[in-house]
């Protein structure tokens, strides 16, 4: 599994690193190919929490699985937490969020950990990408902190993507001419 999930990142990150350098001869392109995807994927993942309506925010397919609420709740913690790790710091407690808290406030948490990791990645350069930080379970290199946040949303959109299609609407991804 853990080889699967760097596998996938490596080949997400491969098409970006090329356009990074095609596009400027700059000195990170790591670090500026995760910056670009972390953009793309925000403006998806937050359009996607917005087109959700407010009352199918406590949806969910099957008992066992999450609702639409908790998923997006979850992802501005993942987001904050993975970040701050990034940062190289603890994450800060922050407002507590609920599954059960209403669209506005979920929306608006997950736009802030976006927002929160941008300014993080601005601060950030290959040259600490070896650097070790608080991993989930011990210290690790940024490198691997990056590539989680980067797989994370990738994982994290599919599953709203799947949520929207389930009630009738098309992810954002999937409108023509929207993103």
């Given at each position: 599994?853990?080889?699967m999930l760097i596998?996938?990142?490596?080949?997400?990150?491969?098409?970006?690193?090329?356009?990074?350098?095609?596009?400027?001869?700059?000195?990170?392109?790591?670090?500026?190919?995760?910056?670009?995807?972390?953009?793309?994927?925000?403006?998806?993942?937050?359009?996607?929490?917005?087109?959700?309506?407010?009352?199918?925010?406590?949806?969910?397919?099957?008992?066992?699985?999450?609702?639409?609420?908790?998923?997006?709740?979850?992802?501005?913690?993942?987001?904050?937490?993975?970040?701050?790790?990034?940062?190289?710091?603890?994450?800060?407690?922050?407002?507590?969020?609920?599954?059960?808290?209403?669209?506005?406030?979920?929306?608006?948490?997950?736009?802030?950990?976006?927002?929160?990791?941008?300014?993080?990645?601005?601060?950030?350069?290959?040259?600490?990408?070896?650097?070790?930080?608080?991993?989930?379970?011990?210290?690790?290199?940024?490198?691997?902190?990056?590539?989680?946040?980067?797989?994370?949303?990738?994982?994290?959109?599919?599953?709203?993507?799947a949520y929207l299609?389930?009630?009738?609407?098309?992810?954002?991804?999937?409108?023509?001419?929207?993103?």
């Amino acid at each position: 599994m853990r080889r699967m999930l760097i596998l996938l990142a490596v080949a997400a990150i491969v098409p970006f690193a090329a356009n990074a350098q095609e596009s400027s001869a700059g000195s990170n392109p790591v670090t500026d190919s995760v910056k670009a995807m972390v953009a793309q994927h925000a403006k998806a993942i937050v359009a996607a929490a917005e087109e959700m309506p407010a009352d199918k925010y406590s949806y969910h397919p099957t008992p066992q699985q999450i609702t639409f609420g908790h998923l997006i709740m979850h992802l501005a913690q993942s987001n904050t937490h993975l970040c701050a790790a990034i940062a190289g710091t603890k994450p800060s407690e922050g407002e507590q969020l609920s599954e059960t808290d209403p669209k506005d406030k979920l929306v608006t948490a997950l736009k802030s950990s976006f927002d929160y990791c941008s300014g993080v990645l601005d601060k950030t350069d290959d040259s600490k990408l070896n650097e070790m930080v608080p991993g989930f379970r011990g210290s690790v290199p940024r490198a691997r902190i990056m590539i989680t946040l980067v797989a994370d949303l990738y994982d994290h959109y599919s599953a709203e993507a799947a949520y929207l299609r389930l009630n009738g609407m098309l992810p954002p991804t999937a409108q023509r001419g929207r993103m």
